[in-house]
C-alpha cells in the first residue's frame, strides 16, 4: 500500500515515526480512532509497523506526539488517548469501550473508558485531562456512578473502576475516595476496586483506594 502523505514529510520523517511508535503497544482501537481523526487508511491487519506504514503522515505526527513525546493539547485530547492505552494495558484480551452509554440501577451513565470480558462489563474508567486537579466532589461523583452501575443488571460482574488525572488529585479527593470504596460491603457480590491513575513525568502511577 502506498502512503500517500510521504512526499510531504519525505520518507526518513515518516519512516522514523514509524520506527519509534512500533516499540509502543498500541492498542488496536487506538489506530483504529486516530485513522479516524486524521482521515487516514489502516490496514486492518498485519504487523505493527505495516499497519503504520499504511496511516498518513498526519495520523502518524498525531500518534507520535501523543504516545512518544507525550505532549499536551488544549482540549485534552492526547490525555485522553494515553488513558484509553493505559486502560487496555490493563485488560489484555478484553473489548475495550470508548464513550460507553452503561445503564445503571437509576439512570443511564456515558463513561469514556469501559472494558467487557464475556459480552459483560469488569472495568469502568473516567479520566480527568484538563483544568484543575481532581477535587473531593469529582470522586463523590465518580463512586456513585460506578457505584450505581454496579448495582444494575449489567453490572454484575463489575469489579474495577479507575480514575485517572493528567492534573493531579487534591488530597481530600483521594481521601473521600478511599473512605467511600472501604464503606462498601465486604461481601464478593458487592466487591469494587476503585482506583486513582495520576500521569506525571510521562508515566501513570496507580493508587489503590
Not at 490496514?43 to 505526527?61: F, H, K, P, T, V
Not at 463513561?111 to 463523590?140: R, S
Amino acid at each position: 500500500m502506498v502512503n500517500k502523505g510521504f512526499p510531504k514529510f519525505g520518507m526518513s520523517q515518516a519512516g522514523a515515526f514509524v520506527a519509534a511508535l512500533k516499540n509502543y503497544n498500541l492498542p488496536d482501537f487506538i489506530l483504529v480512532l486516530i485513522a479516524k481523526e486524521c482521515k487516514s487508511d489502516l490496514l486492518e491487519r498485519g504487523r505493527i509497523d505495516d499497519r503504520l506504514q499504511s496511516m498518513n503522515d498526519e495520523a502518524l505526527e498525531l500518534l507520535h506526539k501523543v504516545f512518544v513525546e507525550c505532549e499536551e493539547d488544549k482540549a485534552g485530547k492526547y490525555a485522553q488517548y494515553r488513558f484509553y492505552a493505559y486502560v487496555s494495558s490493563m485488560y489484555h484480551k478484553c473489548e475495550v469501550l470508548v464513550n460507553e452509554s452503561i445503564p445503571g440501577k437509576k439512570k443511564n451513565h456515558k463513561i469514556p473508558v469501559a472494558v467487557k470480558n464475556n459480552g459483560m462489563y469488569i472495568a469502568v474508567a473516567h479520566n480527568k485531562a484538563t483544568g484543575h486537579p481532581v477535587n473531593k466532589k469529582d470522586t463523590a461523583k465518580f463512586y456513585e456512578i460506578v457505584e450505581d452501575i454496579k448495582d444494575g443488571d449489567h453490572g454484575t460482574m463489575l469489579t474495577d473502576a479507575i480514575y485517572g488525572s493528567s492534573v493531579g488529585f487534591k488530597g481530600d479527593a483521594l481521601v473521600e475516595l478511599e473512605n467511600l470504596s472501604k464503606s462498601r460491603k465486604d461481601d464478593p457480590e458487592s466487591k469494587l476496586d476503585f482506583k486513582t491513575a495520576n500521569f506525571e513525568n510521562n508515566i501513570y502511577s496507580v493508587t489503590k483506594c
